[in-house]
């Protein structure tokens, strides 16, 4: 039974669209809702130490455009990371031109990240401030990072696959 399952699904492209819509949408879902609780500044917490290292490269491609944004703090052992959606939110070129290396910064993380520290990680930051400015604001990191699209996409996506599977049902009955 379990081959005949796997024929049909890989001889027939519509089942087969409709497994991987299904599968993206609870994936989509999945991560929504595993990933850690940031609504407000009292969920972040403050790590400040002297800047070690930077490093701010996008990768640009055909299909595709990386972003590998990262701060080391002396002390510290991960790398804090300015993930991809909040780049746009990053005064990057103020930032380089005003802190170098060895100065004071202050990074702001998820209380549930601030174990792993000392640990070689990466660890998503939500503000970054020296004391004259800040660089990376957490109001619109949270509110980015806060965006249900990924709870729209999630539900798109299962009703897509629901409804190619109901659509082509004759095609998985077995005798």
């Known amino acids: ?24 949408g609870f994936a ?17 917490v403050e790590v400040q130490s002297l800047l070690s290292n930077c490093s701010f490269v996008e990768d640009r491609g055909y299909r595709y455009h990386t972003f590998n944004y ?31 290396q060895g100065d004071s910064v202050s990074v702001w993380i998820a209380k549930s990240n601030f174990q792993d520290v000392q640990k070689e990680k990466n660890i998503m930051v939500f503000m970054i401030s020296t004391r004259q400015r800040v660089y ?3 109001r619109f990191t949270i509110s980015e990072y806060n965006n249900r699209f990924r709870i729209y996409a999630g539900l798109v996506f299962l009703l897509v696959g ?13 005798k």
């Open 1 to 24: 039974m379990f081959f005949k399952i796997l024929r049909v699904v890989f001889t027939e492209r519509k089942i087969a669209g409709a497994i991987v819509f299904t599968v993206s």
């Open 28 to 44: 989509f879902l999945f991560f929504y809702f595993v990933r850690d609780k940031v609504s407000t500044r009292a969920d972040l």
């Open 70 to 100: 990262y701060l080391t703090l002396d002390g510290y052992s991960a790398q804090f990371q300015i993930i991809a959606d909040f780049t746009d939110l990053f005064y990057k070129d103020e930032f380089k031109k005003d802190v170098k």
């Open 136 to 138: 990376l604001e957490d």
């Open 162 to 174: 629901a409804f190619l599977l109901f659509k082509n049902r004759e095609k998985l009955k077995f």
